[in-house]
DNA sequence: TATTGTTATACTCTATAACTATA
DNA sequence: TATAGTTATAGAGTATAACAATA
């Protein structure tokens, strides 16, 4: 528990203010702990680096990317593959069809619903932010090799898939 | 590109729906996703856990554990800890304190400030809340070995500390 | 009856700015 | 001047419930 580099310890940052070490308690054993601190330190590169060149979000990505991939696709789809409320989709959808990115195209088959799709704009925007995405991803796993990053990759799909099929998880909607 | 088990493709839950396949695009090789959709998914499962009986969130619990590490500690070195403003730790205090599980006790050193500590209830509800936390954490992460566990905390934590130190990080509050 | 998109509403988490009382 | 705690406020991001149009 004291040999360092040994254990995952106290972050770098904190602590070191008053003289006085900081204890971090049981944390340091705890997943979602570093969950959540690589989550929030991956949102603050990204918004230091793609943001701040696209205004664009990780979120809004995602979902231009999903809606790339799947032309046409439905806003209850892009719903579902979000993991998120229909109600939610609407507002995202209003933004990115606000800045001209995708557009909402009537169904032809139901008259409920749209076929998202990427403009031309859409597309080079989505073009010039992955090869941002891709620089800004490279740059925070700068100090992981390639095989580790692909490792934790794999770990963290292993986790999230498994944990979605799991009983009581994901109530159908 | 195609061989299954050799990417982390698509998650198991979405898709299906209609019969048709759903592409993420890009997003199975971008690290941010994954760890979005496993915090997600660990978030959930904490809920449905360990806040289905103890009524604490992740961040609470948090907080609770870094308190109980360091008795008297001020409001200031907490939201450091824990990289929140100081402002933000004002209602998280006052919830903990409203349910008797800290308590604000004047610094004899400095009138400003207070010295946060566990009750004694506080402390009891802190046993039993680890014990669901450490149960959860085993459950969601059963998918894995010991040492893959293990394995990931320490990518994760090289990720976070590694970036918290990178130029344009962390500006000095 | 069920589904699609929508709106209204609310809740959580977070930050910024300004305030007070100390230091 | 700088710091500790506080307040007011605002912005994301999310969910629930209800609605009209359509299937």
Redesign the interface.
Known sequence: MRSPGEM??A?????A??GQE?????????????????????????S?TVAAEEDIT?GLL?ML??I???PG?AQS?LA??M?VDRSTIVKVVDQLEGRSLIVREPSPHDRRSYCLRLTEGGNAALQRM?AL?RKH?DE??Q??SAE??Q????????????????P???PPR
């Open positions: 995952a310890d972050p770098a940052a904190a602590g203010r008053n900081l204890s971090y308690g049981l944390l340091p054993q705890v997943l979602g702990y570093h969950l959540r601190r690589t989550q929030v330190a991956i949102f603050r590169h990204f230091r990780p995602g990317q999903v790339a991939a799947n696709l789809r579902e593959a993991e992955q995405m991803e925070f796993t100090v992981l580790e990053r490792l934790l990759i794999h770990l963290l799909a292993r986790l999230h898939s498994r944990a979605e099929a799991e009581g998880a994901a």
